[in-house]
């Protein structure tokens, strides 16, 4: 099977789930052609030898050139007046008069007509979007496509009409959820008879490469380790607030590593110093996988504290390398992790819930290696990146079979 995979970045150090995904549904025989609106995002000296491979086989479409871009406008007009010109008013009219969101459409409309373009010279009629299923359906409204998309949350179901989930709905061949939560918030926005096209199809990590490090009873500092982007959606002032507490205690050696960029740094910075807590957290900034993957080596404890969130695939990393994970009962997140059998969960924005559970934790070394060995169990059972990806193909096969 051929197909076209339309992707925001890649490869990127915050979706590796993605370059995994790609490269094992080639291992099941697939021919996957890649185009990203974005390239790399590090230089080619960070990059390991798997991302280097996907970087140089990935068509990039900011980066076609302007004369390259503009052919491809003009010679989609003559060919086919009509469905390009069709094309440019759904965009401005999927914008709703939002000035602001005219002009991004617009941009999405002219990507759109690239990834098109280059979509009918591979000689393919179908594209699976992850992360930008708007230029997708822009796409297969100016060509003869069809499309697909996996849709990931939380912020397209926080605001559903602005991510045009209803007419995505509408007008995809299907789409995959990553969680029945997910599957739920479509069917919450769409049309009964659509319903069918939603798809489960779960992430997942591969339990060889993710293998469980050492067990320490007593460590000195404990180490706790939380990677994500610094968004608002993360809630790590909450999570520095609980290690403020844990300090304030003053009876026990404790040591949070943030893994991770974005806005929320400035904030976090100024807490951190303000709480005077410099020497117990570290921000560590974005890491290539294989610094994450040493985090993991050293962490005694895995925290995410997030407000909102999907089925987080850095869980699903701790998780089979054994290490105890609290997170926030949110969203997709009771779906991998079950309280108190495979994980802690606690309720979002509580400062003194989070410290509490850590706190147990932290006191309780038998309970934290039964859970640790407990998550990997799930994962191997649930989240395993060859059996979902194989649902994964036997999805695409199924519905691209006419």
């Known amino acids: 099977m051929r197909l076209v995979y339309l992707v925001s970045q890649y490869p990127t150090v915050t979706h590796t789930f993605l370059l995994r995904e790609i490269r094992t549904l080639r291992d099941l025989g697939f021919e996957i052609h890649v185009i990203a609106i974005r390239g790399c995002d590090r230089a080619g000296d960070q990059l390991s030898t798997a991302e280097r491979e996907e970087r140089d086989r990935t068509f990039v479409v900011l980066k076609a050139g302007i004369l390259s871009i503009l052919w491809s406008h003009v010679r989609t007009l003559l060919q086919n007046p009509l469905r390009y010109l069709g094309g440019a008013v759904y965009a401005v009219r999927l914008a709703d008069l939002d000035l602001r969101k005219i002009f991004s459409n617009l941009a999405y409309f002219a990507e759109a007509v690239v990834v098109g373009a280059k979509v009918r010279q591979i000689g393919l009629t179908h594209l699976h979007s992850h992360f930008s299923s ?58 009964p008879e659509c319903w069918d096209k939603i798809e489960v199809v779960p992430l997942g990590v591969d339990p060889d490469v993710f293998r469980p490090g050492l067990h320490r009873d007593r460590p000195e500092p404990f180490e706790i380790l939380s990677v994500g982007r610094l968004g608002p959606t993360k809630g790590h002032h909450i999570l520095v607030a609980a290690i403020g507490q844990l300090v304030l205690e003053g009876c026990r050696s404790v040591r949070l590593r943030l893994v991770g960029e974005g806005p929320n740094r400035p904030s976090l910075e100024r807490a951190i110093a303000e709480r005077e ?78 410290a509490a559970a850590m706190r147990t934790l932290m006191d309780d070394p038998a309970q934290r290696r039964r859970l640790g060995r407990c998550e990997r169990e799930r994962v191997i059972e649930k989240y395993n990146l060859a059996r979902n990806v194989d649902i994964l193909a036997k999805t695409f096969r199924r519905r691209l079979a006419t």
């Open 277 to 354: 807590l410099g020497e117990y957290i570290s921000l560590e900034g974005a890491c290539s996988q294989d610094r994450v993957f040493d985090f993991y080596q050293r962490a005694d404890l895995f925290v995410l504290s997030s407000f909102a969130e999907g089925v987080p695939v850095v869980l699903m990393e701790a998780m089979a390398m054994e290490i105890p994970c609290i997170s926030t009962w949110i969203t997709g997140i009771p779906e991998l992790i079950r309280h108190g059998v495979d994980g802690w969960l606690i309720p979002p924005a509580d400062p003194r819930e989070l």
């Open 134 to 191: 708007t230029v997708a359906i822009l796409a297969a409204r100016v060509f003869p496509l069809t499309f697909s998309a996996t849709i990931h949350g939380p912020d397209e179901f926080a605001d559903s009409a602005g991510y045009y989930l209803p007419q995505k709905v509408d007008r995809a061949l299907f789409l995959c959820a990553i969680s029945d939560y997910s599957r739920s918030q479509l069917m919450r926005i769409s049309e």
